[in-house]
């Protein structure tokens, strides 16, 4: 597995913005795919934001389209979130994942369900709250 480790994480007020960052241990196959995904207070681990780490596509959930900006710096070894306008329902500990060929395609801004990431972070917290 690739070693993943997310930094950036902290309490905001609405409207803030953060940058989550994601260190990965090293670039191959595993990381054919990678994204973040948040899991909220009561609810299901869901993803919102996809990269396809050759080419540099992104996907992104409805509900943080415009908001949110997944970026990577191959050179630097690190995967980034950047979060914007942020909304108390963005509240969640969020993780960074990555995948091999065969286990990306998870669906965005969903409970998730079937095709999920090889590899995972440990998570780190996004509090929204005035």
């Known amino acids: 597995q690739v070693q993943l480790m997310e930094s950036g994480g902290g309490s905001v007020q609405p409207g803030g913005s953060l940058r989550l960052s994601c260190s990965v241990s090293?670039?191959?196959?595993?990381?054919?795919?990678m994204g973040w995904f948040r899991h909220p207070p009561e609810k299901e681990r869901e993803a919102v934001a996809t990269?396809?780490?050759?080419?540099?596509?992104?996907f992104y959930a409805d509900s943080v389209e415009g908001r949110f900006t997944i970026s990577q710096d191959v050179a630097k070894k690190t995967m980034y979130l950047q979060i914007d306008s942020l909304r108390p329902e963005d509240t969640a500990i969020y993780y960074c994942?990555?995948?091999?060929?065969?286990?990306?395609?998870?669906?965005?801004?969903?409970?998730?369900?079937?095709?999920?990431?090889?590899?995972w972070g440990q998570g780190t917290q996004v509090t929204v709250s005035s």
């Open positions: 994942a990555a995948a091999e060929p065969s286990r990306c395609g998870w669906p965005l801004g969903q409970p998730l369900r079937g095709v999920s990431p090889t590899s």
């Open positions: 090293e670039y191959s196959y595993k990381t054919h795919c």
């Open positions: 990269i396809y780490t050759s080419t540099g596509v992104t």
